[in-house]
């Protein structure tokens, strides 16, 4: 690449904004982006970079008690494209931040096509490069060849297809005065398990709500086959009134110390991060529609108060196992001239692809400055969703994940519900200042 110090592939949020970031430090990009060139993605629309796929939400901006609104405020400190363009083309939203989706991709196209470090060429990219430094930010739906390469370069199992994902529920919401901690047989710890017994009648009235509860309906391009161990719970219990209860929720094995006896059904929930703040419910993978599956999961014994970290969904897509993959840098442990950012990685969303993005496209600056920069502390929420890509989540259920407060370090001793989030956005904010400051 004569001429360039660093090649970006894939213009979407994550590309654009690490482009914006090396351009402003003084390197020269080349940005390959395949729209515009004849190809399209099955999602996009348009040719523009950045365009928005589906909402023009960037979601909360309350950066005191919202853990993406805590990410926008990081984002602005440092100097993000996507956010001052969001900030530009913002639309009434309450308090969120939503944007006018033409004014936002034509603002962040043309400040990137305006800048004389960026070089936006359209082409669509078949090979990983195998020298040269590089930042692969293509995105859920990376165009096939190039998602073959990757595969090759980092093991046959390593970019998974996603199907379907389960809910994930925030620990401190659980009622552990009906739930409680259990393995089946009492297996590992005898306590890895988090159980929420139901009753036959309970039973009963959920397996109806599964079957009257309504579906998201998807687009041709998703209509992907299910895979039989992945199996949306909606469609187990269209086979029959117990196949759950032979499946994901059966009873065997756990003694609810209630009753002294295995319960009617069970619904399981698995640790999800490292400090336990996180947690999956084991086999709910689901298409119901979210306000159904927050309605239909709050009648479960003990989730009664459930705070979703993240809801089930089915649709297509392809990320990294991340967490083994790429180093704290976002580096491939073994191609380090390649970086990946984005969607890619396992983070989910368009603010989380973009603060990704800039973080590539920073720690890709200090290198060819021949310096290092330290990662964000994990108290930011910069720094939280770095680590749970770079090492923190758990590999075997490793899926895309949106930034919230159960990624950050717990907050310590008793403390009111109502003060937690702001004791995390107040440490988040000192964290940060004392970074920038270093
Ligand atoms: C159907 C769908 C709906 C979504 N809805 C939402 C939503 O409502 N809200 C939300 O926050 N997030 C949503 N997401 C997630 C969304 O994709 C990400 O948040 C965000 O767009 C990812 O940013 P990215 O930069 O990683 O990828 P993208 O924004 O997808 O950008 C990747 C870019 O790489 C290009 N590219 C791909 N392969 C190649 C190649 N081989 N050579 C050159 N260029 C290539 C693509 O054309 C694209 O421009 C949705 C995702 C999908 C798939």
Redesign the pocket.
Known sequence: MPGHDIHI???????SEAAWQLAQAGYKVRL????GSGEM?P??QSDRLAEL???NSFRSDDADSNAVGLLHQEMRALGSLILTQGDIHKVPAGSALAVDRDGFAEGVTAALEQHPNITIVRE???TLPAEGRTIV???????PM?AESIGRATGKDSLAFFDAIAPIVHRESIDMETAWFQSRWNKGSGKDYINCPLSKKQYLEFHAGLMAGEKTEFREWENVPYFEGCMPIEVMAERGVDTLRYGPMKGVGLDDPRTGRWPYAVVQLRQDNASGTLWNMVGFQTKLKYAEQVRLFRTIPGLENAEFARLGGL?R?TFLRSPELLDGTLRLKSAPNIRFA???TGC???VE?AAI?MLAGRFAAAELAGTDLPAPPRETALGALLSHITGEAEIETYQPMNVNFGLFPPIEGRTKKADRKRMYTDRARAALKDWLAA
Do not use: F, K, W
């Not at 930010?137 to 165009?143: E, F, V």
């Open positions: 592939i894939g213009g979407g949020l994550a590309g390959s982006e395949m729209r993605t999602a996009h796929v589906c909402s669509r990219v078949d930010a293509t995105g859920p739906l990376t165009a190039l649709h897509n984005g969607q890619i989910e969303g368009y692809s993005g």
